[in-house]
């Protein structure tokens, strides 16, 4: 019974901290979406300075009426899709213009709002609608929206034209961090030349990367819905707590329906607990022949005046705790058999697509891989909904790569550090799927104000949420690590035979065992190899192996699970490949097109490596003793 109220004390708290709600569009019977997907004009500012745009307004006018534009798919980098390699290493504004018509009927009707959103433009960008401002957002990655219903009102009618400018500068005070730097010597390079810096090891991509929509609410709408889940003996319990825009009192009715549409639990009230009888619990994929089981939950409000607005939120019912030594799903002990992964492929580079989508999980079903981490930046919305319903286990990672420098750790990155972590657990706070936080990735946690930077960054995040726990990924020194003190779930990266004693496959063993006992010993705290492979360019063949062949690749990941194999008896949790596919990266000596750790190609062909996992994750999963023979390795 504690347990419960602590929890609904809990949801409570944690939707004042949220503030406004970001929730995933849906249509229902009081709400309409317009996509805006497909070509769009698209013109870069090749000005000296990149800032023509700004000072000859060109929003104020169609973009064909400013100069040469090119047509340009969104959702899409836009550095893949010509031949030209300015183009695809442009740094600076790059502008979009799409026209549309919105439907009279919106347009008509005063009680719709109608909002604007996109799902994620990297890095800077600010929105116009028929030339009138109505958004200005940071960072990539996340989405932003803008009511623009009184802008379309207050014009002259006709078609309504959209455009945004979108910047791919980082800058030292932005996640990840890069920065500009100008090189004046006229007797090396060209009059006004500069490069970004940035120290993350993937292309990066630019553009608007996720959908555009329009998406109409009454004006009195839900806002957000925050669920906390929990469960005893045969009973779920949906915490839940909606937030209303535009009424003082609104009636709420909140209902949940099973997979057979069957209405298994109701409530009434702005927040409340649906009971479920007989639950089905939300698992993870080959951990239980039902895995990724999600109910629907309906929430309708009425305003004083009878206005309703109806949304329905995809709920899945499941506990995640964290023990000196494991970490449990719904009570049980849970082995971390995973990829990491990037959104890269190519010629959309970071854009969202379907079909890549859908067989990225096919792969890691095949592969048997119950979990991946979203490094280094939080996936598309349409994933973490596909990893709900395959009930595969994400770790959520924000933007935060690349933190090396003193001067990333100034209050100026925290703050915006902390706004990103915000934003990141209001987008995805209600997914089963995603059981903890991860707040960097390799930042230099040995540097002194890491201690204060991750003691604040990690209190926040789980003021935010305080359901799941929260970790970063480090690959410092065990005894030097200054933000380990406060994560939940110590994650290590490491590349013995690889940056370290490079092409000595025998040094595997003895390090990582080491680097287990350090950081147990000092912690008390479950381990997640978070990081470790090889290159391997695909074809590249030696036996006996070396480095960059597939044999090598296999090597060294045969090495590491020989450890993991012990370790995961006593306090290793997990382990996730780096990386699920070979992905693009900046040119550079020690990349070749790219870094080739994929276990598959760019283009999702299998290396060597992947058969060893595929072997491996099933008998794990089937060392559990749950799958039916007709899931057994292999399958199919
Ligand atoms: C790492 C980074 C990852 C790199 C990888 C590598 O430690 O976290 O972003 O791509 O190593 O291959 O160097």
Redesign the pocket.
């Known amino acids: 019974m504690c347990t419960l109220l602590l929890l609904l004390l809990l949801l409570v708290l944690s939707v004042c901290v949220n503030g406004g709600g970001m929730l995933y569009p849906r249509d229902s019977p009081s709400r309409e979406i317009r996509e805006l997907n497909g070509l769009w004009s698209f013109r870069a500012d090749f000005s000296p300075d990149r800032n023509a745009g700004f000072t000859q307004a060109w929003y104020k006018q169609p973009l064909t009426e400013t100069g040469p534009v090119i047509d340009m798919a969104v959702p899409s980098s836009f550095n893949d899709i010509t031949q030209d390699v300015e183009l695809r290493d442009f740094t600076g504004w790059v502008w979009y213009e799409k026209e549309v018509w919105v439907p009279v009927r919106w347009l008509q009707d005063s009680e719709t709002r109608i909002v604007l959103r996109v799902g994620s433009a990297h890095y800077y960008a600010v929105v116009w609608v028929n030339g009138v401002k109505v958004s200005v957002h940071e960072g990539g990655h996340l989405p932003f929206e803008a009511e623009i219903d009184s802008v379309l009102r207050n014009g002259e009618g006709g078609p309504c034209r959209i455009t945004i400018a979108v910047n791919n500068t980082l800058d030292l005070h932005t996640l990840p961090p890069g920065s500009i730097q100008y090189l004046n010597d006229p007797t090396r390079y060209p009059k006004g030349y500069f490069i970004q810096n940035y120290n993350?090891?993937f292309f990066n991509y630019a553009g608007i990367h996720r959908s555009v929509l329009l998406y109409t609410t009454p004006k009195v709408y839900v806002d957000d819905i925050t669920v906390n889940t929990t469960f005893s003996d045969s009973t779920g319990f949906v915490y839940y707590n909606v937030s209303v825009v535009g009424s003082a009192k609104p009636t709420v009715k909140v209902s949940l329906s099973g997979k057979d549409k069957r209405c298994v639990a109701t409530a009434d009230g702005v927040f409340g607990v649906l009971k479920v009888p007989e639950v089905n619990l939300w698992w993870p994929y080959l951990m239980h022949e039902n895995a990724g089981y999600m109910y629907s939950m309906e929430v309708q409000i009425t305003a004083e005046n009878g206005q309703t607005d109806v949304y329905m939120l995809p709920v899945g019912i499941r506990t995640v705790q964290v023990t000196s030594s494991k970490f449990l799903i719904n009570n049980k002990p849970f082995y971390f058999h995973g990829v990491n992964k990037h959104e890269d492929a190519d010629i959309r580079g970071k854009g969202f697509d379907w079909p890549l989508v859908v067989k990225d999980f096919n792969l890691m079903k095949w592969m048997g891989a119950n979990s991946f981490r979203t490094?280094?930046y939080p996936y598309a919305e349409e994933i973490l909904q596909m990893a709900d319903r395959h009930g595969i286990v994400v770790i959520d990672e924000c933007p935060g790569v690349g933190i090396k420098d003193i001067r990333s750790f100034d209050n100026k990155s925290l703050d915006h550090h902390l706004i990103v972590m915000e934003e990141l657990v209001r987008r995805d706070k209600n997914h089963p799927s995603v059981v903890m936080w991860s707040v960097a990735?390799?930042p230099a946690s040995e540097m002194p104000p890491a201690g204060f930077y991750f003691k604040q960054l990690v209190a926040h995040t789980k003021s935010l949420d305080p359901t799941r726990p929260v970790t970063f990924i480090t690959?410092s020194n065990y005894a030097r690590d200054l933000g380990a003190p406060y994560v939940d779930v110590i994650c290590v990266?490491s590349?013995f035979s690889w940056y370290h004693d490079p092409g000595h496959l025998e040094v595997i063993t003895i390090q990582l065992n080491t680097q287990f006992d350090n950081w147990y010993g000092k912690y008390k705290k479950p381990i997640i190899q978070s990081?470790y492979g090889a290159d391997a360019v695909p074809g590249l063949h030696n036996d006996p192996p070396m480095m960059f062949t597939e044999e090598y690749q296999r090597s060294v990941l045969q090495d590491y699970h020989k450890v993991f194999d012990q370790k995961r008896k006593d306090f290793v949790i997990g382990e996730l490949i780096?990386n699920f596919a070979d992905f693009m990266t900046a040119q550079g000596i020690t990349r070749v097109v790219g870094?080739k750790?994929g276990m598959f190609t760019r283009q999702r062909q299998p290396k060597a490596g992947a058969f060893l996992l595929r072997e491996r994750y099933w008998a794990i999963a089937n060392e559990t003793g749950v799958l039916p023979t007709w899931a057994k390795y292999p399958c199919h």
Do not use: R
Request: net charge negative; no cysteine.
């Open positions: 993350f090891d490094s280094h990735n390799e690959d990266n590349y990081e780096w870094n750790k």
